[in-house]
């Protein structure tokens, strides 16, 4: 048996950065797009991953991490087998969650709004700029299904490699993308003594934005 972990003893004090009122621009887009900028630059591993939480009609939840690959004023988009498990359920009800974790910085961003569809032709946009192997590889995954073992899924591969040889793998039809229209936005920096920073933007009916400093 592995020694027990004494995970209540875990500890990490934060004092890299602060975030107030005065510093955080009154665009909540403005600053999720610096604090992407300023991961990278630190070297963030996948600093583009977010936490995507999705939940039933029926209301039974459940997570996972994709990876952000646009984000302008209509929402942060991001794409996926249309038949995955994710996007069933944001088909179903679109309430969405989104959580970034940028440890390198002691930052993470919140968003939570509503899953829209993405256009066809921005799906086209960007499955071409995939790696040939990535577009070969929504041909071959029934994502999210059953698979009876790691063979078929290889076998499914070649046969996709085969069928599309000498030529570039179009979009596959079940094959798209999802845009999370934010309602909120809150931004946390850790600080000492777990007395965080945290900042929620909430969107008003005048199409501006209420920034709101939250207890830690």
């Known amino acids: 048996m592995p020694e027990p972990l004494d995970l209540a003893g875990l500890r ?12 955080a621009h009154p665009d909540p887009f403005d600053q999720l797009r610096v604090w992407l900028a300023e991961a990278v630059e630190a070297g963030a591993l996948e600093p583009n991953a977010m936490t995507l939480a999705t939940a039933s009609p029926e209301g039974h939840p459940s997570a996972r991490l994709v990876l952000l690959k646009d984000v302008d004023e209509r929402g942060l988009s991001f794409f996926t087998n249309l038949e995955s498990r994710k996007a069933r359920e944001l088909t179903a009800n679109p309430h969405a969650a989104l959580t970034f974790w940028w440890p390198e910085l002691e930052r993470q961003v919140r968003v939570e709004g509503r899953a829209e569809g993405v256009p066809g032709a921005e799906a086209d946009t960007y499955f071409a700029r995939r790696p040939r ?32 040889a000498g030529a570039e793998p179009p979009r596959p039809p079940f094959w798209g993308g999802f845009r999370v229209v934010p309602e909120r936005f809150e931004f946390w920096q850790g600080r000492p003594s777990r007395l965080h920073d945290r900042l929620l933007y909430a969107a008003g009916g005048d199409g501006g934005w209420t920034v709101t400093r939250l207890a830690p």
């Open 12 to 23: 990490r004090r934060y004092a890299r950065a602060a975030l107030s009122e005065a510093d």
């Open 133 to 164: 192997g990535s577009r070969v590889g929504a041909w071959a995954s029934p994502q999210s299904r059953p698979l009876p073992d790691r063979a078929t899924l290889d076998a499914r591969y070649a046969e996709a490699e085969a069928r599309f």
